[in-house]
């Protein structure tokens, strides 16, 4: 195994290691103005406190998506499952497409896609810069779950504990 100084002449190198790394595949949903449903297919999500009870997510500056999440005051993050990945593709070329899944809403206002292991429906809690991202703190004010098989990433490929990529 070769090391190497993460630098600009080695970005690829530096993701490739990176990609080793299993994570779980997300897709966070908030209102974009004028109020319709915005999603963003994130595997930058983790758990950060339990009190109080605090997620974290970061989106890219680079992304056309990343204003309207920074700027907004609640979202909702939900962990995909593995039979899942056709809409975690869909909404990561397209914020707006839910395709069949479809999107509702809660009495509370946040947004939920159908399906999924679990949500976490967060207030804005902090931004902090993360370089060429944000770190978004959510604290989460209602959470479920089911059971079922997660949808992973890893190598640059989603799949699951079973498969070794779809």
Not at 6 to 25: I, K, Q
Not at 49 to 59: H, K
Request: with cysteine; aromatic share 10%.
């Amino acid at each position: 195994m070769e090391s190497f100084n993460p630098t600009s002449d080695t970005t690829r190198a530096f993701r490739d290691a990176l990609g080793h790394y299993a994570t779980g595949v997300t897709v966070v949903v908030a209102e974009a103005p004028g109020g319709a449903p915005l999603a963003i297919t994130v595997n930058s999500f983790a758990s950060l406190s339990l009190d109080p009870p605090l997620v974290l997510w970061c989106p890219a500056k680079g992304s056309g998506r990343y204003a309207a999440f920074v700027a907004a005051d609640r979202y909702s993050v939900h962990v995909l499952a593995a039979d899942q990945h056709e809409l975690g593709f869909r909404l990561a070329r397209s914020g707006t497409d839910f395709g069949a899944a479809g999107v509702d809403r809660t009495a509370e206002g946040h947004f939920r896609l159908p399906g999924c292991l679990a949500w976490f429906d967060c207030r804005s809690h902090a931004v902090h810069d993360g370089g060429d991202h944000a770190i978004l703190v959510g604290r989460v004010e209602r959470a479920a779950c089911r059971t079922g098989d997660p949808l992973i990433f890893w190598g640059g490929r989603y799949g699951d504990f079973l498969q070794h990529g779809i």
